[in-house]
């Protein structure tokens, strides 16, 4: 910054310039503004009366050609706000008589200006010679100026620094070279065209021996900004942002209104970014849906018309980066899903809808290590709500898919839905294995059935032929009893009746007697 030092030369007199100054004059033939001010100079110097104590002026430099006609010159500084600014010098008649013919220099600091400011400058003649007048303007230096931050009132806006302590969620902020003799305001804010107070702030008292303060903050956006200034009117603000890089934490509070089929997301900083729906595929990655890709300025993003399914996602990308945020992931609520009911010899498989919906249902055979689906048939069918209805599929389901995707939306994943894999590897096992899967819990249950009654079965003709030994052994006649018709001996066994007791004499093949066994009474 230039210092304005007072040099010897010759005497002038300044005085104010009249409220209506004359008509310009006739200017004498020969003179014009070039000739007369060959060269103009605009700079800013600072005055001082302290070392926070300083103030800006515009300083004036100009050479004049004297002459007899020109006894001296007016300046004029005119910026928005305020009234014009006006100065005139004029020589005494004994300087223009001895410096007539030749050229002086002026040089005039005495015009206050702010920093940042716009001047308009006007040099003049005096007296005031038509056409001979200069005009420009100058730009006063702002505040980044080092000199201005260190001396101007104005610029000086103390110097932040900070610790992070993400456990507690706080700044604890410190404050260096803040304007002496003045209070300090602390806060946090989301920055944008302005910065916007988030609630948390703090005074630092000028006689506080240490100059800090902790702030509480709850996410660490990267528009969360620390602002300072010092406690007097129109200070200028120092910022500064802990989490600028922090993009990641701005893909929150995404919402779905289930009545209207609308999901929403609004920022919460200012930010240059592109959101889409995509669908979240087996690889990981996201594919983007066709006409689903929003600009991102200051109003909420909403899109119409959206199936609420777990791979339906958002993705956000910024600054060469993208983020996928999968709002329907963990949804414990299904507003559609494809239900298998296991039968013995064929599986039933159902489409359920928790709300009235179009689908498209495709039969599709899937390449292995591929994430397509080659479709084989498709077609159209409508599901009421909460009212199951059977897909009727068509030829083997085994090893084999479905596509699904909703068509009463505007925005929806197909889903590929494979049924269970069955590998077949004997006529035996391909019998059991008809249908999409087998029920083999079935299959274990019926055979434990049927063992266990061969084995029950078994042990009572085990038991029944044990005791029927063990009644002919006890009831086997020491005697023989000889029938003399016929010659032959015959056993006899001791039976027992209900209405009377006798001896059960059987056939005797050795007899070839071809009776049945008679009762024989005592």
């Known amino acids: 910054m230039e210092k304005w030092q007072k040099k010897k030369g010759l005497h002038c007199r300044t005085k104010p310039v009249e409220w209506f100054p004359p008509p310009c004059q006739e200017a004498a033939q020969g003179l014009n503004s070039s000739s007369v001010f060959p060269n103009i ?26 002459t ?37 220099e002026i040089d005039n600091n005495c015009f206050p200006i702010s920093p ?92 506080d021996p240490v100059k800090s303060a902790t702030l509480q903050y709850s996410r660490p956006l990267p528009c969360l900004c620390i602002e300072g200034w010092s406690w ?8 500064v942002c802990p989490f600028k890089d922090r993009f990641e934490e701005l893909w929150f509070g995404i919402n779905f209104d289930p009545l209207e089929e609308t999901l929403s997301w609004e920022p ?7 959101v889409a729906l995509c669908q979240k595929r087996e690889d990981g990655d996201c594919e983007d849906l066709p006409h689903s890709s929003r600009k991102v300025n200051r109003e909420m993003i909403t899109f119409a018309k959206v199936d ?61 290590g591929s994430t397509g689906c080659q479709i084989t048939n498709t077609h159209t069918m409508h599901v009421e709500k909460n009212k199951a209805v059977d897909l009727n599929l068509e030829g083997e389901m085994c090893n084999s898919c479905l596509q699904v995707t909703r068509l009463d939306v505007k925005f929806a994943a197909t889903v590929i839905h494979c049924l269970e894999q069955c590998k077949p590897s004997s006529p035996l096992s391909q019998e059991f294995s008809r249908g999409p899967s087998l029920d083999w819990t079935w299959v274990v249950v ?10 029950i079965i078994t042990l009572l003709l085990v ?30 066994l001791s039976t027992k009746s209900a209405l009377h007791g006798g001896l059960l004499v059987p056939d005797s093949p050795q007899c070839g007697n071809t009776e049945k066994a008679n009762l024989i009474s005592d």
Not at 75 to 98: E, I, P
Request: proline residues 3%; glycine residues 6%.
């Open 308 to 368: 609420p399914h777990p791979q339906l996602c958002m993705k956000f990308t910024a600054d060469s980066q993208s983020w996928v945020k999968c709002p329907f992931a963990d949804a414990t609520f299904k507003a559609w899903e494809v239900v298998v009911m296991r039968q013995q010899v064929k599986d039933d498989v159902k489409m359920l809808s928790h709300i009235t919906a179009t689908f498209s249902v495709g039969q599709c055979v899937k390449s292995e």
């Open 446 to 455: 019926t055979a434990s059935f049927f063992l266990s009654g061969i084995i």
């Open 463 to 492: 038991t029944v032929f044990k005791r029927r030994k063990q009644r002919m052994k006890a009831g086997y006649i020491s005697e023989q009893q000889i029938d003399p018709a016929f010659d032959c001996v015959v056993p006899v």
């Open 68 to 104: 007899e006609s020109i006894h001296g010159v007016s300046m004029c500084t005119f910026t928005g706000g305020r009234m014009s600014n006006c100065q005139m010098f004029t020589f005494t008649q004994a300087s223009r008589a001895k410096m007539t013919g030749r050229q002086v």
């Open 232 to 239: 007097v009117n129109d200070a200028t603000r120092v910022q």
């Open 116 to 207: 940042s400011e716009s001047v308009q400058v006007t040099v003049k003649t005096v007296p005031s010679y038509c056409g001979l007048t200069w005009t420009g303007t100058y730009d006063a230096p702002g505040c980044v100026s080092k000199d201005l931050r260190q001396h101007v009132p104005e610029c000086i806006t103390g110097r932040l620094s900070y610790d992070i302590k993400p456990e507690k969620k706080e700044l604890s902020v410190r404050v260096s070279d803040m304007l002496e003799d003045y209070d300090y305001f602390l806060r946090l804010c989301h920055k944008d065209f302005i910065c916007k107070g988030t609630g948390a702030s703090s005074m630092i008292r000028k006689g």
């Open 268 to 274: 919460v900083c200012h930010i240059t970014a592109v």
């Open 41 to 66: 100079s605009l700079s800013t110097v600072m005055s001082c009366e302290g070392r926070q104590k300083c103030s800006l002026h515009l300083r004036i430099k100009t050479a004049l050609h004297l």
